[in-house]
């Protein structure tokens, strides 16, 4: 039987890791939101963010933490699903931004930057919300409170 311990701790440290070089590219398309007026490097760096965060999440529900967590506290199922739904709506997002980068730059221009931190909030929270799922999974496996 695999320690359920060390693979829950493992899932987390990995988990953390990613989500800080996911905060680097938010920080970095922000910073290119605020400094450059072209819809061409908005565009470059929102594909490089969406093509991480959607390997990420396929990660994380095929084999990852979102699993893992399932099946170490079944209780969380719903909640996961729930993240899992979120993933979606997140790359639904960008490739919103992106599309309307592509077909109506000037008109995107304008808002981008407004709508880029109104998605950054979105993922954040998000975030949070997974982070205190697998927290809630690992006291739960440990036996923290008993």
Sequence with gaps: MPDLQRLTE?????????HALLHELLVEADRISIEDDTADALILG?????DMMHDQFAREEYGGYLQETVSIAPRFSTECEQLRHEHRLLLSDIDAMLDDLSHSPEESLGTFHVRFRDFTTRYLNHEHHENAIVQKALDDDIGVGD
Excluded: G, P
Excluded at 10 to 18: D, Q
Excluded at 46 to 50: F, I, K, N, S
């Design 10 to 18: 493992a899932a987390v440290h990995k988990l953390l890791s990613e």
């Design 46 to 50: 929102l594909q490089e963010l969406r």
